[in-house]
């Protein structure tokens, strides 16, 4: 089993940033490619970020590309999304995804095996 934390989540003002983080716990070897998705309320859980098992590729939906970075500390297990220019429409539960069957970028949150519990994001106007 593999357990996910989230941190980093809060109240910011619109054109702010934040960063989140994902520390992996557990059989944390076993994963490879990892993800961040999001949920607003009344919606569904759509993707947000992904990365490769080592970091070297990357993919975003198009509403964060440019505002949005996703990235992977191997060595401390853990994820990261760095978010500046924050805008309302980014308010959300934020989750973090990992996948042991799939080394690429995976996008589709079918194909992830373990998810955190969440951590909020609201940005105001």
């Known amino acids: 089993q593999v357990q996910l934390v989230e941190s980093g989540g809060g109240l910011v003002q619109a054109g702010g940033s934040l960063r989140l983080s994902c520390a992996a716990s557990?059989?944390?070897?076993?994963?490879?490619?990892r993800g961040w998705f999001r949920q607003a309320p009344g919606k569904e859980r759509e993707f947000v970020a992904g990365?490769?098992?080592?970091?070297?590729?990357?993919s975003y939906t198009e509403t964060v590309k440019g505002r949005f970075t996703i990235s992977r500390d191997n060595a401390k297990n853990t994820l990261y999304l760095q978010m500046n220019s924050l805008k309302p429409e980014d308010t959300a539960a934020y989750y973090c995804?990992?996948?042991?069957?799939?080394?690429?970028?995976?996008?589709?949150?079918?194909?992830?095996?373990?998810w955190g519990q969440g951590t909020q994001v609201t940005v105001s106007s």
């Open positions: 557990g059989r944390s070897f076993t994963i490879n490619s």
């Open positions: 995804a990992a996948a042991t069957r799939y080394s690429s970028v995976v996008r589709d949150h079918i194909w992830y095996d373990y």
């Open positions: 990365i490769n098992w080592n970091g070297g590729s990357t």
